[in-house]
């Protein structure tokens, strides 16, 4: 079975590029796997952290783990540099675990697009910095970032 495009198709422009980071933040704060795992093609590889996942069923497994494990997820992500097929991001997410311990993660991924638009390779470091819940930003409801939240420029992250 042969899946649509996901638009914007690279090659990359500025504007294009900021898009395609956009619809990728609001799909992954979604928080739903079954909605984030078609943006990848089906023999897509990650490296994220130190774990190494490949294809849309281990896709599926990761991201239902992370989300089982990372509670009020809220994810911000900015574009950094786009060429031809590729994105480069930086991002920050806030989330607490099961004992109500609140955590801010750092990092920054490169993305590489197949034709279609899907993503075949996610390369992801991230580091987890311990705050404290007064600490927080980000704090819309669960979903999209509305658009008058401010990003990570304007948050000084």
């Known amino acids: 079975m042969t899946l649509p495009d996901r ?3 690279p090659p990359f422009t500025t504007e294009t590029a900021q898009a395609k980071v ?4 609001d799909a992954w704060n979604s928080r739903d796997p079954d909605r984030v795992t078609p943006a990848y093609t089906e023999t897509s590889q990650w490296r994220n952290r130190a774990e190494f996942v490949e294809g849309h069923a281990q896709i599926h497994a990761f991201l239902t783990r992370k989300w089982a494990r990372e509670l009020e997820y809220r994810l911000i992500k900015s574009l950094w540099a786009a060429s031809g097929d590729r994105i480069a991001v930086r991002f920050a997410y806030e989330w607490h675990d099961d004992s109500g311990a ?3 993660s750092f990092g920054n991924e490169n ?4 034709p ?3 993503m075949c390779r996610r390369i992801a470091s991230i580091n987890d910095l311990p705050i404290a819940a007064a600490d927080r930003l980000f704090h819309w409801p669960a979903g ?5 939240h401010p990003g990570l420029e304007d948050l000084g992250l």
């Open 7 to 9: 638009p914007p198709l």
């Open 22 to 25: 956009r619809a990728a933040e």
């Open 102 to 104: 609140w955590f801010r």
């Open 111 to 114: 993305w590489q697009f197949a």
């Open 116 to 118: 279609d638009g899907r």
């Open 144 to 148: 999209p970032r509305p658009a008058n």
